[in-house]
T-cell receptor
Framework: DAGVTQSPTHLIKTRGQHVTLRCSPI?????VSWYQQVLGQGPQFIFQ???????GRGNFPDRFSARQFPNYSSELNVNALLLGDSALYLC?????????????????FGEGSWLTVV | GENVEQHPSTLSVQEGDSAVIKCTYS??????FPWYKQELGKRPQLIID?????GEKKDQRIAVTLNKTAKHFSLHITETQPEDSAVYFC???????????????FGQGTILTVHP
């Protein structure tokens, strides 16, 4: 699970600005998901991408967008930043796009990107 | 959509005691139930997971049980140590149309404190 890499690790932005966060999944993993974790809460699902297609979207405004590249890395973009967007943004990597009742497709998290909006 | 409830929100035990954290879920299509340990300022780290085809799984001092009928699953930590102190999150996979994809819905978290 140490193979999920995210950048940057920390950043400070001003309200109204735009931010791009990046994620490289574990080698061989084709699915990338993004989560937002506000202090004191569990991670909240934002997006899942599998084979470069959006598989799922959480309850987040259109200011949040993402994409997956041919090498399976991913970007999360947030426009018009609000103070409430301050959080830890986590990228999760898994082999396939769906979980299984039998085996496989364990989901691993990267170290996250700490975003502070001032 | 899926809803996961986790209890208790805080748990304090003495070193060597057992700790139990319980979660319930709502979506019968969920088939994957991981548990994550998160230390302050760190990422959630997978400690154990269970899938819907089994009822129990154990890994050294950690075990997880799943009751699909009742839609609840539990984490059991035996012989707790101070280094077990952290926030623990349960999660359930969920999807749409009766299938589960890679989305995890998390519980609210349990702050576990193990006193030496």
């Amino acid at each position: 699970d140490a193979g999920v890499t995210q950048s940057p690790t920390h950043l400070i932005k001003t309200r109204g600005q735009h931010v791009t966060l990046r994620c490289s999944p574990i080698s061989g993993h084709k699915s990338v998901s993004w989560y937002q974790q506000v202090l004191g809460q569990g991670p909240q699902f934002i997006f899942q991408y599998y084979e470069k297609e959006e598989r799922g979207r959480g309850n987040f405004p259109d200011r949040f967008s993402a994409r997956q590249f041919p090498n399976y890395s991913s970007e999360l973009n947030v426009n018009a930043l609000l103070l409430g967007d301050s959080a830890l943004y986590l990228c999760a990597s898994s082999l396939e796009g769906a979980t299984s009742p039998i085996s496989g497709n364990t989901i691993y998290f990267g170290e996250g990107s700490w975003l502070t909006v001032v | 959509g899926e809803n996961v409830e986790q209890h208790p929100s805080t748990l304090s035990v003495q070193e060597g005691d057992s700790a139990v954290i319980k979660c319930t879920y709502s979506d019968s299509a969920s088939n994957y139930f991981p548990w994550y340990k998160q230390e302050l300022g760190k990422r959630p780290q997978l400690i154990i997971d269970i899938r819907s085809n089994v009822g129990e799984k154990k890994d050294q001092r950690i075990a997880v049980t799943l009751n699909k009928t009742a839609k609840h699953f539990s984490l059991h930590i035996t012989e707790t140590q101070p280094e077990d102190s952290a926030v623990y999150f349960c999660a359930a996979s969920s999807g749409a149309g009766g299938t589960s994809y890679g989305k995890l819905t998390f519980g609210q978290g349990t702050i576990l404190t193990v006193h030496p």
